[in-house]
T-cell receptor, first 108, second 114 residues
Framework: DQQVKQNSPSLSVQEGRISILNCDYT??????FLWYKKYPAEGPTFLIS?????DKNEDGRFTVFLNKSAKHLSLHIVPSQPGDSAVYFC???????FGAGTRLTVKP | DTGVSQDPRHKITKRGQNVTFRCDPI?????LYWYRQTLGQGPEFLTY????????KSRLLSDRFSAERPKGSFSTLEIQRTEQGDSAMYLC????????????FGAGTRLSVL
């Protein structure tokens, strides 16, 4: 009963370019969707959220887009920086089921 | 530091031994979660508490696993008769109900069962 799916296990981009990470979900009954970032040997940390009644939320270099009809989220990072290299997870708020994550590598 | 803390950070044990991990959540948070994470996977939900009540347990949580949160503060996760398949990172998180349920994670306890 996987609620969210992140179908790309890894993504590699050049520094300064855009990174796009994707997440598909099945259950629409959530107030917010959350993105977390995880560095090795650390726990995940909250990055950005989007309300289910909005289609975009921007915070600095990070923008989340929500396409409710397609049940699809995407996280855009622009410009990407080497420090963004991490594993990114999406999760509906109030739900304890995370996607498998996408490992982003930003090359200098 | 007022974040979520977990102890120990690393635990090496022999198969068949019991282990116990501790999590201290952010003090004002009423929800506490336990997850297990293995390489290449996202955090797998194990169980969660609201205050001292254990509200949900994953079917992944076999009867060898038990969690407690006495007095609604810190929590312990015990694994009895450990197996090699229990080797993983065990993550604890806490949240405040209503605050978008954003979870704040500890650094985890890495368990190696030999």
């Amino acid at each position: 009963d996987q609620q969210v799916k992140q179908n790309s296990p890894s993504l590699s981009v050049q520094e300064g370019r855009i990174s796009i990470l994707n997440c598909d979900y099945t259950n629409s009954m959530f107030d917010y969707f959350l993105w977390y970032k995880k560095y090795p040997a650390e726990g995940p940390t909250f990055l950005i959220s989007i309300s289910s009644i909005k289609d975009k939320n921007e915070d600095g270099r990070f923008t989340v887009f929500l396409n409710k009809s397609a049940k699809h989220l995407s996280l855009h990072i622009v410009p990407s920086q080497p420090g963004d290299s991490a594993v990114y997870f999406c999760a509906p708020s109030g739900d304890m089921r995370f996607g498998a994550g996408t490992r982003l590598t930003v090359k200098p | 530091d007022t974040g979520v803390s977990q102890d120990p950070r690393h635990k090496i044990t022999k198969r068949g031994q019991n282990v116990t991990f501790r999590c201290d959540p952010i003090s004002e948070h009423n929800r506490l979660y336990w997850y297990r994470q293995t390489l290449g996977q996202g955090p797998e939900f194990l169980t969660y508490f609201q205050n001292e009540a254990q509200l949900e347990k994953s079917r992944l949580l076999s009867d060898r696993f038990s969690a407690e949160r006495p007095k609604g503060s810190f929590s312990t996760l015990e694994i009895q008769r450990t197996e090699q398949g229990d080797s993983a990172m065990y993550l604890c998180a806490s949240s405040q109900a209503g605050d978008k349920n954003i979870q704040y994670f500890g650094a985890g306890t890495r368990l190696s069962v030999l």
